[in-house]
């Protein structure tokens, strides 16, 4: 059974920093991308960043590129999500997804995990 | 590219048709994929490439279109499938999400 748990999320004051982490299972994650989508309720889905199976390779959205940054540990089966420079909006519940990659194109979000919440406030 | 739903809110009874409409601001090809998100859980992938609908997926849900005119049709509405739908292109970076559809029950 496909597994996907966020973890990291809470509190957070404006200017401050948060990593999220998200543990697979279930599925070769070494052999997988990932990615990272928040979700707020005035923005909707938005996508975050992807990273390649490697690691290698990473994109970011220009929302969060230079205060974020993607990594993953393929011997623990985990993705993460380093946050600094947090503002109010990025106030949201982000989602961590296996992405479907193929001949070393990125498509559609196979598996979503349940989110964690963060939130962004003094 | 910009994904635009609509219409942002669909009221349908059960056992009737929805359809549901995304557009995109330029060509996406059939890069496009559907997503169903029920409250307080993740959004569930029903449909890639347009019209290829995902794993365990019924039959009753329908992709179709190309290039900037997609439609989800969900044949015979069952109560489980009063849900937010969004659409998503990924054709191009940055991925990007429609505003989703809400459908609800009349």
């Known amino acids: 059974e496909v597994q996907v748990v966020e973890s990291g999320g809470g509190l957070v004051q404006p200017g401050g920093s948060l990593r999220l982490s998200c543990a697979a299972s279930?599925?070769?994650?070494?052999?997988?991308?990932m990615s990272w989508v928040r979700q707020t309720p005035g923005k909707g889905l938005e996508w975050v960043s992807t990273?390649?199976?490697?690691?290698?390779?990473?994109f970011y959205a220009d929302s969060v590129k230079g205060r974020c940054t993607i990594s993953r540990d393929n011997s623990q089966n985990t993705l993460y999500l380093q946050m600094n420079s947090l503002r109010a909006d990025d106030t949201a519940v982000y989602y961590c997804?296996?992405?479907?990659?193929?001949?070393?194109?990125?498509?559609?979000?196979?598996?979503w995990g349940q989110g964690t919440l963060v939130t962004v406030s003094s | 590219i910009v994904m635009t739903q609509s219409p942002a809110t669909l009221s349908v009874s059960p056992g009737e048709r929805a359809t549901l409409s995304c557009r995109a601001s330029?060509?996406?090809?059939?890069?496009l994929a559907w997503y169903q998100q029920k409250p307080g859980q993740a959004p569930r992938l029903l449909i890639y490439?347009?019209?290829t609908r995902a794993t365990g997926i019924p039959a009753r849900f329908s992709g179709s279109g190309s290039g900037t005119e997609f439609s989800l049709s969900i044949s015979s509405l069952q109560s489980e499938d009063f849900a937010v739908y969004y659409c998503?292109?990924?054709?191009?970076?940055?991925?990007?999400f429609g505003g989703g559809t809400k459908v609800e029950i009349k």
């Open positions: 997804a296996k992405i479907h990659f193929e001949n070393n194109k990125y498509y559609h979000f196979v598996y």
């Open positions: 279930g599925f070769t994650f070494g052999n997988s991308a």
């Open positions: 990273i390649s199976p490697a690691g290698g390779n990473t």
């Open positions: 330029q060509s996406v090809s059939i890069n």
């Open positions: 490439g347009a019209s």
């Open positions: 998503q292109q990924y054709n191009n970076w940055p991925l990007t």
